[in-house]
């Protein structure tokens, strides 16, 4: 599939492992080890992978604008970022809303939408949230509550091809969410239902907000469970785009395909690994850490320090 | 009636609110190792409801479930079976929500004795929706043989564990954790409300965080010469009708509540209840988040944005006596510290 974009998904994923790093250096903290894990994923699914149409949505975000209710008649989601809901593009769910940092950070290296946007997370009044929701950039549901995503792409991509749609439904996955039962109902569900026009790719960081997922609750092989449920499952290196590439046109006549992107939590930023295994919401520890990871992130990143004096 | 006990304020706060780093770790350690039925249960959030330095020390006393809370709530169940008492720890959305069957089945209707440690409820959280737990206290209190606890201050937080462990059932307990304001010197006493000011015009009732709003109201209303009662409940199922009757009854003006919940189901409802199931031909005005989802931001802004703050119970108040009172920001900034240490009396009704 052809590029959309001046940029290569190489650059698009670094350039998103930079503006997640410098966000968490001005705030003394955030998701970094999901941008190392997940940048070229959400880069290809961008950049590549998905056919999306242009932005519905202005590109410096609107403040929030309510929550559904009978008494809010011009509430909107945040799907126009991705483009309109036409039944010839495809659409995209982030099931793990903790990376909404990362998918914000790829929206502005695709141009959907402006820089200006993540200076607004998780500040008070605006809609590009820390956990995102289903108002904020990039998302269409609400996902904060883990396992639930790809039940309900399942659903959409049974819809859509009842409807004769020809657009595919994504999701992007944490490896977490197979410890959720759901999970697994739904992929027994959408092999039950014949839904192949339904694609997972999840981010195997092997991590969880307690650490190493070996140490909290062991979920052994997913790919043979997956694949016990029903679905083609295809396990790549998550940071070599050749493999996600090829994974994607893996056929899966009558089942969902899911790509189980094997990824490491500190790839592009090794001075992390230090942190392991409590990678999961960086925070530094001390103004020494932090200057430290400064030096040695921006270094590897190929960037200069963050000067983030005056931040937090 | 029942017996009331006088609570007094906290000590050497003159000088303003003394703030406790983390009050649930150490109670807990302190709690779970005098108590060997008692094991710990975490849901992967074991750093985010101060248990971690517990698992590194007591590995044999914590039990990683990892993210998977319907089994959780059934496992718990199970161990109850065997005389253990567990303590599950996660946010309080999380044990209710996507486990509400389990719940149901494995721990409620049996009367396990399992206890749910909410961490993070109503506005507490910056996570929005899926982990504002706003409608908790209404779904708990139509749970049959369910008790609920809530903690206000950081000497409720101390002793949240002996309250919920002499629950002879199940117990869902609302949690604050990080730095917690001490306002009060004597432990929860399950089943009593604190009287924190005994005044005869209008009656103030909140929990857990609103009580500091309302501490900060009171000294601005009653510097403008509104004489102020005010409640504040820690146990909110099962609860003494009567007490609070006799609360009522006492002052002149009606009632206000005012809670980190929806206004459905919660403690507005309940004075609600008590007050149509007596007769009670007074107001009630009932603060809270109105039918409405909350978003995203900081406790500050979303106490302010969806009126749970000092200055929404100033207008509550305002409501109830049909007249404005001139209060300003500034006025509940310094009431702060005075109120919270404003001298109560027992009365003995
Ligand atoms: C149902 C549910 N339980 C618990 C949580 C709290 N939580 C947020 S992220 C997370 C696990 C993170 O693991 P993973 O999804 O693999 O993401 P990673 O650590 O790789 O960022 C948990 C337990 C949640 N959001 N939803």
């Given at each position: 599939m052809s590029r959309r974009n001046a940029k290569t998904t190489e650059e698009i994923a670094l350039g998103i492992r930079r503006r997640v790093f410098e966000h968490a250096m001005r705030n003394n903290g955030g998701y970094l080890s999901q941008a190392c894990s997940a940048a070229e994923q959400l880069a290809w699914l961008y950049n590549e992978q998905l056919e999306l149409g242009a932005p519905t949505l202005p590109m410096i975000p609107k403040p929030f604008g309510g929550v559904p209710s009978a008494d809010n008649p011009t509430y909107h989601t945040g799907a126009g970022y991705n483009g309109p809901p036409r039944s010839d593009l495809d659409r995209l769910f982030i099931a793990p809303a903790h990376y909404a940092l990362v998918a914000y950070a790829t929206l502005i290296e695709v141009e959907r939408m402006a820089p200006e946007g993540l200076e607004m997370f998780n500040k008070d009044g605006s809609s590009v949230e820390m956990i995102g929701a289903e108002h904020s950039p990039g998302?269409?549901?609400?996902?904060?509550?883990?396992?639930?995503?790809?039940?309900?792409?399942?659903?959409?991509?049974?819809?859509?091809?009842?409807?004769?749609?020809?657009?595919?439904?994504?999701?992007?996955?944490?490896?977490?969410?197979?410890?959720?039962?759901q999970t697994w109902e739904a992929i027994q569900c959408a092999a039950h239902h014949g839904i192949d026009n339904l694609y997972a790719i999840m981010d195997v960081n092997r991590q969880q907000c307690d650490g190493a997922m070996n140490t909290v609750m062991e979920v052994g092989d997913i790919k043979t469970k997956m694949e016990n449920f029903g679905a083609v499952v295809v396990s790549i290196d998550g940071h070599k785009l050749d493999e996600m590439r090829d994974a994607a046109k893996e056929k899966h006549k009558g089942k969902p395909l899911i790509i189980l992107a094997n990824t490491s939590p500190f790839r592009g930023m090794p001075t992390l690994q230090r942190r392991f295994p409590r990678l999961h919401y960086v925070r530094f520890k001390s103004e020494q850490e932090r200057a430290e990871m400064n030096h040695d992130i921006a270094r590897a990143l190929g960037v200069d320090p963050i000067d983030y004096a005056g931040a937090h | 009636m029942a017996a009331k006990k006088k609570t007094a304020p906290a000590k050497g706060a003159q000088t303003g609110v003394e703030m406790v780093n983390r009050p649930y770790e150490r109670a807990f350690e302190k709690y779970a190792m005098a108590h060997p039925e008692v094991m710990c249960l975490s849901a992967d959030l074991t750093s985010s409801c101060e248990i971690d330095k517990f698992r590194d020390k007591h590995p044999d006393k914590f039990i990683s479930l990892g993210m998977a809370e319907q089994n959780m709530l059934s496992f718990a169940g199970g161990m109850g079976m065997a005389g253990y008492r567990p303590f599950l720890h996660t946010f309080g959305v999380f044990l209710y929500r996507r486990p509400y069957d389990q719940l149901m089945a494995s721990v409620a209707y049996p009367r396990r004795k399992v206890r749910l440690m909410g961490f993070l409820p109503g506005v507490t959280t910056p996570g929005g929706m899926t982990h504002q737990a706003i409608e908790d206290i209404s779904v708990m209190r139509s749970i049959p043989n369910m008790t609920i606890l809530e903690t206000g201050d950081a000497t409720e937080v101390e002793s949240i564990c002996e309250a919920a462990d002499s629950i002879d059932g199940p117990v869902y307990c609302r949690v604050l954790r990080g730095s917690v304001p001490r306002l009060f010197d004597t432990p929860i006493q399950v089943g009593q409300m604190r009287e924190l000011a005994l005044g005869t015009d209008v009656l103030i009732v909140t929990s857990g965080i609103t009580t500091e709003e309302a501490l900060r109201a009171r000294g601005a209303l009653e510097a403008k010469g509104v004489s102020v009662r005010h409640l504040h409940l820690n146990t909110i199922k099962p609860f003494d009708a009567q007490a609070m009757l006799d609360h009522i009854q006492?002052?002149?003006?009606?009632v206000v509540t005012l809670e980190n919940h929806v206004t459905e189901g919660g403690i507005g409802s309940l004075l609600a209840e008590i007050m149509a199931d007596n007769g009670v031909g007074k107001r009630l005005v009932r603060l809270g988040l109105k039918d409405t989802y909350a978003h995203g931001g900081s406790r500050p802004y979303l106490m302010k944005f969806y009126g749970l703050d000092a200055t929404a119970l100033v207008a509550g108040v305002e409501t109830l006596l049909g007249k404005k009172l001139g209060i300003t920001e500034d006025d509940l900034t310094i009431a702060r510290v005075e109120a919270v240490h404003s001298t109560v009396k027992a009365e003995g009704l």
């Open positions: 998302m269409e549901v609400h996902n904060g509550t883990l396992g639930i995503g790809f039940s309900t792409a399942a659903g959409l991509a049974w819809a859509r091809k009842r409807k004769k749609e020809t657009g595919k439904t994504w999701v992007f996955m944490s490896d977490g969410e197979v410890q959720e039962g | 006492s002052v002149k003006g009606g």
